[in-house]
């Protein structure tokens, strides 16, 4: 029986990349789809955070470098000042989801912000990475221009924040159950195990 998951990320998050050896363990050991749905942490005109400030620096150090270091994926804080937008990297992620490619297209993304210190927000940065995991480049370039995409970005935002109640990321959704923080790949598969044992025990009394 497939277990739906929705995970809701941020590509300027580096706890949402940091979060996805749990997801892939999850997904080698357990039945699940997982859907990987955009919410962006500060959409404009919020101002987004600078690495110069205390801030990012303070959270990395307490934070972000000791969990790299315990899951064993290497990322360092980006020097791009301020961080990039993520609406139009959000806005190819529905041609990635729609071909089949939005895991690949939003790890190569991850990969591009946190490993390669390269500004996500730049179209020719966000073509580059489109492109490397199999979209086409043409395609790319009118998802980028689209206002019915960014209408759709604009509305999956609504959705995550009102319909779900996601107000920061990971946000990870198990059938309706929404993890906060980041998980280790033992805390979701005990919440996948959990969930389709009710689902046994109610067909069981309905039968």
Same mark, same amino acid.
């Given at each position: 029986m497939t277990t739906k998951?929705? *995970?809701?990320?941020? %590509?300027? =998050?580096?706890? =949402?990349?940091? *979060?996805?050896? &749990?997801?892939?363990? #999850?997904? $080698?050991? $357990?039945?699940?789809? *997982? /859907?990987? @749905?955009?919410?962006?942490l500060r959409p404009d005109p919020v101002p987004t955070l600078r690495p110069e400030d205390d801030y990012l620096p303070r959270v990395w150090k307490q934070s972000v470098y000791p969990m790299s270091d315990r899951v064993g994926l290497p990322i360092t804080l980006p020097s791009i000042s301020p961080q990039p937008r993520t609406e139009k990297a959000f806005m190819v992620l529905q041609l990635a989801q729609e #071909?089949?490619? &939005?895991? !690949? %297209? /939003?790890? &190569?993304?991850?990969? !591009?912000?946190?490993?390669?210190? $390269?500004?996500?927000?730049?179209?020719?940065?966000?073509?580059?990475?489109?492109t490397s995991v199999g979209l086409d480049e043409a395609e790319v370039k009118e998802a980028l221009d689209s206002e019915e995409r960014r209408d759709r970005q604009r509305a999956d935002q609504d959705y995550a924040v009102r319909t779900v109640g996601i107000d920061s990321v990971p946000g990870i959704v198990v059938e309706g159950q929404v993890l906060r923080g980041v998980p280790s790949a033992t $805390? #979701?598969?005990?919440?996948?195990?959990?969930?389709?044992? @009710?689902?046994?025990? &109610?067909? #069981?009394?309905?039968?």
């Open positions: 998951i929705d *995970v809701f990320v941020d %590509y300027v =998050c580096p706890f =949402c990349f940091l *979060v996805e050896p &749990a997801i892939e363990e #999850l997904k $080698r050991d $357990r039945d699940v789809e *997982v /859907t990987i @749905r955009p919410f962006e #071909l089949g490619l &939005a895991e !690949a %297209y /939003t790890e &190569a993304m991850f990969a !591009a912000f946190f490993q390669q210190d $390269r500004n996500i927000g730049l179209d020719d940065v966000i073509i580059d990475v489109a $805390r #979701l598969k005990k919440v996948v195990d959990s969930l389709a044992e @009710r689902k046994s025990a &109610a067909g #069981l009394e309905q039968s």
